[in-house]
């Protein structure tokens, strides 16, 4: 038989190097990348996970049945609950709002409470992942935060384990540098302190986001960034500043698009900050000559992004992505309406004057729930749009009142539809139709023109979308 392990956490440690010749191939070092992502938990939190609980087990701060609290990103939580699982105790973590919902379902298969705080709030906040992770474990008996941010269990762990790996598998450092994304600091600080004891020449570099406190300085305030796990917004007490010779500042979009080429180059399906850590290495490398080899230490993977960078439509979303053809007007939008033959006018309205009951017949004639409201028809200007007449509205009202069908309109109406131009791209709409279900369309000199819904939106893309895969 052969070999086994006791168990899972015997397995953590011990990820491999390989060359990125393909994504390396214009710069003249050599890069290579220690793959973390390999460890059982996918990152390298696992090694600190295990590290940090037997240290309160031996300092008596961690008990059987103890419940640990931790404010995370979701990695620690991970390897935090990887080595609960084994021990038997409690989880329960605290991430801000920006984390993936795939870490918090991770978090939640391993049987982890997750309690989710608001990013965008100051670190001394009631409502900060911080301060709510505190109250937790105070608040709970027997209750335990491990703190990856101040325990000295975390650079430990990494000068003790990240360190010598890397030493042993560069045939005793035979590297240039060494580039690390930078997070609570604890795998910077470990293995920079275990080279520089060792070979100090070795250049260490932290890629740091930006808006991070690590590369602040008057040109680049703090600020909220959407890579996670990296970067913060006060220094912990696990950062050892003094190993570090050199710091890169890596933006979303750069860390994105980066970790998607090493995805679809070299295979390696990574998170956002191994996108960081690859980019800042290319910026080191395109300084060093071709005999020289630059390491960088790819934390993560990617399966816990692929409803955020990895989807095309959220990087167009946040502007890190151009669409690969035009976008449709509402132009475009409405010729497709008339090219399937409906009978629908462009523009149905009624006069404010008329009566609710002849809103009702207008809406069922052309199977219809919204009407613009005029001062007279035909409307020859926006101003003539006085209000909307909405279906729902109207039959709340005609339930309540039967007699409302003879009210006037003006005594019913509502708002008036949002204005939206026939020029305008679909995706400068898109918002307009996210609440009403329609809204006026305006032709040149701004003359009312048309009426476009959701529903025509709907047709239109799903006609598209038929083209495509036609």
């Not at 008996?141 to 042993?168: C, L, M, V």
């Not at 979303?317 to 409906?342: H, I, K, N």
């Not at 307009?432 to 819904?453: F, H, K, Y």
Request: charged residues 25%; contains cysteine.
């Amino acid at each position: 038989m052969g070999r086994t392990y006791p168990t899972l956490l015997d397995l953590v440690g011990g990820t491999p190097i390989v060359r990125l010749d393909r994504f390396g191939r214009d710069v003249p070092p050599q890069l290579l990348a220690k793959l973390e992502l390999l460890n059982p938990g996918g990152s390298n939190k696992d090694r600190i996970g295990l590290a940090m609980i037997e240290a309160a087990e031996r300092e008596g701060k961690l008990r059987p049945g103890g419940t640990i609290v931790e404010p995370t990103s979701g990695n620690t939580g991970v390897g935090l609950a990887i080595a609960a699982a084994q021990k038997g105790y409690r989880c329960i973590f605290v991430m801000p709002d920006k984390m993936s919902q795939e870490k918090i379902s991770t978090l939640r298969a391993y049987g982890a409470e997750v309690v989710i705080t608001p990013t965008a709030v100051d670190h001394d906040s009631p409502e900060s992942y911080y301060s709510v992770s505190d109250r937790l474990a105070e608040e709970i008996p027997g209750g335990f935060k491990p703190d990856q941010y101040s325990n000295a269990a975390n650079p430990e762990a990494h000068y003790r384990s990240t360190g010598p790996e890397i030493w042993e598998q560069t045939d005793g450092g035979e590297i240039d540098a060494i580039v690390i994304s930078v997070g609570t600091g604890g795998t910077i600080s470990g293995v920079g302190r275990y080279f520089k004891e060792r070979k100090p020449e070795v250049l260490i570099v932290g890629a740091d986001p930006e808006g991070s406190v690590y590369t602040e300085d008057a040109e680049h305030p703090t600020h909220p960034y959407l890579v996670e796990g990296i970067g913060k917004d006060t220094w912990p007490e696990t950062m050892d500043a003094a190993v570090v010779d050199e710091w890169v500042r890596v933006s979303d979009r750069d860390s994105f698009l980066t970790a998607r080429r090493l995805a679809r180059e070299e295979g390696l399906l990574v998170g956002g900050s191994c996108g960081s850590t690859a980019w800042a290495a290319l910026q080191v490398a395109g300084r060093m000559g071709p005999g020289a080899r630059v390491l960088m230490l790819l934390p993560d993977g990617g399966r816990s992004y692929l409803s955020k960078f990895y989807d095309d439509n959220w990087m167009i979303q946040y502007g890190f992505m151009e669409r690969s053809a035009p976008v449709p007007t509402v132009d475009e939008v409405l010729r497709f309406r008339r090219g399937e033959g409906s009978e629908l006018p462009d523009l149905v309205t009624i006069e404010s004057a008329k009566k609710v009951g002849a809103a009702i017949d207008l809406m069922q004639r052309y199977g219809i729930s919204q009407l613009p409201v005029v001062r007279q028809e035909p409307a020859a200007a926006l101003t003539d749009i006085v209000g909307s007449i909405q279906e729902r509205s109207l039959l709340d009202r005609v339930f309540k009142n039967p007699d409302a069908l003879n009210e006037d309109i003006a005594v019913a109406m509502q708002p008036p539809l949002a204005i939206v131009d026939a020029r305008a791209s679909l995706d400068e709409v898109f918002s307009a139709l996210s609440g009403p279900a329609a809204a006026v369309v305006v032709a040149a000199g701004g003359v009312p023109a048309a009426i476009l819904t959701r529903s025509d939106l709907l047709e239109f893309l799903a006609h598209q979308r038929m083209q495509v895969e036609g």
